[in-house]
């Protein structure tokens, strides 16, 4: 019991260092938890109680304020979107990955084996076959501002966008779905 209550008491004093800095994202990969802020990343051992916190000090170019906006886990690899793009944790070091067209990555999902990522400019999705990232209908998303992801039960991804509705991507195309304003 001491030990039950030990691991909660550590585990809530994750969440109340970040002062008045709210959660933007969480993440669970086997043992750790990740728990995302604009200015930290905060990974917690739910066994050992352990934590270790990741800023994102020298990340940035010049005084641009850099922040932290979404977390997803693919292969036991933690990769951490941000106002200044994606980067994956290696070794304790944000190292940047490719990102195409995308900017402040909003949402990263781990769906059938592949990593999606989404943001100010369309979609990313990492092929799990050769390890590079594969633009989903980035031209025709360029102007739009990916805000939700969910996916079918026949490996479509669907994806709502700010500026012009919803698309659906199936086998590697972009599918045009639903304007806006034709919803009534």
Same mark, same amino acid.
């Given at each position: %019991?001491? =030990?039950?209550?030990? !691991?909660?008491?550590? *585990?809530?004093?994750?969440?109340? %260092?970040?002062?008045?800095?709210? !959660? ?6 086997? &043992? ?6 604009? &200015?930290?990343? /905060? ?22 304020? #850099?922040? #932290? ?9 933690? *990769? ?25 990555? =909003? ?7 592949? =990593? ?6 369309? /979609?990313?999705?990492? &092929? ?12 025709? =998303? ?8 969910? #996916? ?24 045009? %779905?639903?304007?806006?304003?034709? !919803?009534?």
């Amino acid at each position: %019991m001491r =030990l039950f209550l030990f !691991v909660m008491v550590t *585990f809530a004093s994750c969440f109340c %260092m970040a002062d008045t800095t709210p !959660v933007r994202d969480i993440e669970v990969n086997g &043992d750790n938890v990740w728990v995302c802020f604009s &200015d930290k990343i /905060v990974k917690y051992n739910s066994v050992t109680g352990e934590k270790h916190i990741y800023t994102s000090q020298g990340l940035g170019n010049g005084t641009y304020q #850099f922040k #932290f906006t979404s977390l997803g886990c693919y292969k036991n690899q933690l *990769f951490v979107g941000s106002s200044n793009g994606l980067f994956q944790l290696q070794e304790d070091v944000f190292v940047e990955c490719e990102r195409g067209y995308l900017q402040n990555i =909003l949402e990263i999902e781990e769906n059938r084996g592949s =990593l999606w990522i989404t943001g100010i400019g369309g /979609v990313l999705k990492l &092929d799990e076959s050769t390890e590079t990232f594969w633009e989903c209908g980035a031209l025709f =998303l360029s102007s739009s501002q990916v805000v939700g992801l969910a #996916f079918g039960s026949d490996g479509s991804a669907w994806v709502t966008e700010r500026n012009t509705g919803l698309s659906k991507i199936a086998d590697g195309k972009l599918n045009y %779905m639903e304007d806006y304003s034709k !919803v009534s």
